[in-house]
């Protein structure tokens, strides 16, 4: 399990709109300064992401056999994360979306959907995109626009033990014009994409560099992998009150999860569950599950688009850990953090 009390090995703390590298991700100790990890300089101010080439990133953070920063689809820069086991991850720096995460046997656990784009034209469809500093629809664009920019790469890094390499790269976010034409605040978020094991670790904390107080919501909108939705279920919400969006998502109408498990035989289906547990599954049709471990994300989000989207929706369902039912209140100099992490397991027959 995670700790919320210890910081990311490569983790970052603000002073004066500085990152300084600080120490402890998940209970896991740094490790020195070598070729095994590649780091900006030990103080820098965040801005907005420089123009870098893939090459260029790769020369300066690419880890060998470990971290590799190459051009994905459309020529969008993406970081891949490759375990000594056989897993992987990659994740865009565009809207620092994790689009993919395959197990040691090659099989992918994450969804893409077949209308997703990587021109940047729009956020990417698919994987596990990012709703900051808003859920849903509200007074900015849906979801927020941290899925529609392009993140900074602070560090990477690989674990010196051989038998657990742990390939992290560590995303950052901030403020720029764009942003605070919309939301008039000052912030910083660092991201951080692990594989321990086969483990995808998530971690993300914000940071408020300004004078003054803000609220947020937010989301990893995760999109699941299944044999089909019409088998594919949710284990882990029974009990408990959720809003129910499905027809009028302005106006939800407040509901009781009575089945011990969320099945997608009703259609659209579109739910947040309040004061979700920290673990649930998804039961993706197989005989296996994928497994959520989360902290700090206080509700969980079951979504499924049925026929609006008739092309691909037997093939995906969405468990998102979130922080919507309330939102985060920041004062200046304060930060929130949550972790999420995702396995495979098997079920008993």
Not at 94 to 114: I, M, T, W
Request: glycine share 8%; proline share 5%.
């Amino acid at each position: 399990q995670f700790d919320l009390h210890s910081r990311p090995c490569l983790g970052t703390q603000l002073i004066t709109m500085q990152v300084l590298r600080t120490n402890g991700v998940a209970g896991r100790s740094c490790s020195t300064r070598s070729n095994l990890v590649r780091s900006q300089p030990r103080a820098r101010t965040i801005v907005a992401s420089a123009v870098h080439s893939a090459e260029e990133l790769n020369s300066k953070y690419g880890i060998k056999g470990a971290v590799s920063i190459e051009s994905g689809n459309a020529g969008s820069t993406k970081v891949v994360l490759k375990h000594n086991n056989g897993c992987s991850a990659e994740v865009y720096l565009f809207g620092a979306v994790v689009s993919s995460f395959k197990q040691s046997s090659g099989d992918e656990v994450l969804y893409v959907r077949p209308d997703a784009v990587f021109d940047k034209s729009k956020p990417i469809s698919g994987g596990i995109p990012h709703c900051f500093p808003q859920f849903g629809p509200g007074p900015m664009q849906q979801h927020g626009f941290a899925r529609n920019l392009d993140w900074s790469i602070a560090t990477t890094s690989a674990n010196p033990n051989p038998d657990d390499a742990d390939p992290t790269v560590e995303l950052v976010l901030s403020e720029s014009d764009y942003t605070l034409k919309m939301w008039p605040h000052k912030f910083n978020i660092v991201y951080t994409v692990a594989l321990h094991g086969e483990q995808l670790q998530l971690q993300l904390r914000v940071i408020n560099t300004d004078d003054k107080e803000f609220d947020f919501t937010a989301a990893l909108h995760t999109y699941i992998e299944v044999l089909n939705i019409g088998q594919a279920k949710v284990n882990g919400l029974q009990g408990l009150t959720y809003l129910d969006k499905s027809k009028d998502p302005k106006n939800p109408e407040t509901k009781t999860q009575t089945e011990e498990a969320v099945d997608f035989s009703s259609g659209y289906v579109d739910r947040v569950y309040l004061d979700a547990p920290n673990h649930v599954e998804l039961d993706v049709g197989t005989g296996a599950a994928v497994a959520i471990d989360s902290q700090g994300w206080t509700d969980a989000v079951v979504w499924n688009p049925h026929l609006t989207m008739k092309e691909c929706y037997e093939k995906f369902a969405c468990v998102e850990q979130a922080k919507t039912g309330s939102p985060v209140v920041l004062a200046p100099g304060k930060s929130w953090e949550a972790q999420a992490s995702f396995s495979v397991v098997e079920l008993a027959a």
